[in-house]
């Protein structure tokens, strides 16, 4: 496939925990995105990297932070995890230079109780 | 702020009847514009893309994509539907800074 995998596929947490989701990919892309997807509301971005130790904030990222120490991994953080961001987390990279556009990984399922 | 807007959020067909699902998008600059699949369950793939050139763009099984850019629109179509097509297709533009911005989706359910 894209040599983009994310793990956990599918977790269950409850209300407070702190929960980590990675994405990681073999293909040394520089830049690296965090979605959220919910019915009615389409994917909406949550935090992005340009780079190693680069990263920016996107339209929903409030509850979430990111590290990127290598650029093969991508983490995704709920510091204290909260109902409303029960949610699939989609992570992405961008194959621009190849003309691919963006490639998705297969999703993190993510129930907060 | 960018933004891209579905006008449909359910579409209900039957086989072989034509398909077009509008797609608007509200930034000012050179965009780049894609329409994304998602199969139940499954995550997102490409279906097509337009960066330049010629406004009318092919993409997998069939579908098709038409660039207005005095009408920011990029909608999708297909003359004829089976019952695979049946998903979610999402609308996105990709605009300075890297950053992917998707319509809400539309839901396309195709009746055998």
């Known amino acids: 496939d894209a040599g983009i995998t994310q793990s956990p596929r599918h977790k269950v947490t409850e209300t407070g925990t702190p929960v980590t989701l990675r994405c990681h990919q073999t293909e040394n892309h520089r830049y690296m995105y965090w979605y959220r997807q919910d019915p009615g509301h389409g994917l909406r971005l949550i935090h992005y990297?340009?780079?190693?130790?680069?990263?920016d904030k996107g339209e929903v990222s409030d509850g979430y932070s990111v590290s990127r120490s290598k650029t093969e991994d991508f983490l995704l953080t709920l510091e204290s995890a909260t109902s409303s961001q029960t949610s699939v987390y989609f992570c992405a990279i961008n194959r621009d230079s190849e003309g691919y556009g963006y490639t998705f990984g297969s999703g993190t399922r993510l129930t907060v109780v | 702020a960018q933004s891209v807007s579905q006008h449909n959020h359910h579409v209900i067909l039957s086989e072989a009847a034509s398909l077009e699902l509008g797609c608007n998008y509200s930034y000012g600059g050179t965009v780049n514009l894609f329409w994304y699949v998602q199969y139940p369950g499954q995550h997102l793939q490409l279906l097509l893309k337009y960066f330049s050139g010629d406004p009318l763009v092919k993409g997998i099984k069939g579908f098709e994509a038409e660039f207005i850019k005095s009408k920011f629109s990029f909608n999708l179509r297909k003359p004829s539907v089976q019952w695979s097509d049946t998903a979610e297709y999402f609308c996105?533009?990709?605009?300075?800074?890297?950053?992917?911005?998707f319509g809400q989706g539309t839901e396309l359910s195709v009746k055998p």
């Open positions: 990297s340009y780079g190693v130790k680069d990263t």
């Open positions: 996105a533009v990709y605009v300075v800074g890297g950053k992917l911005i």
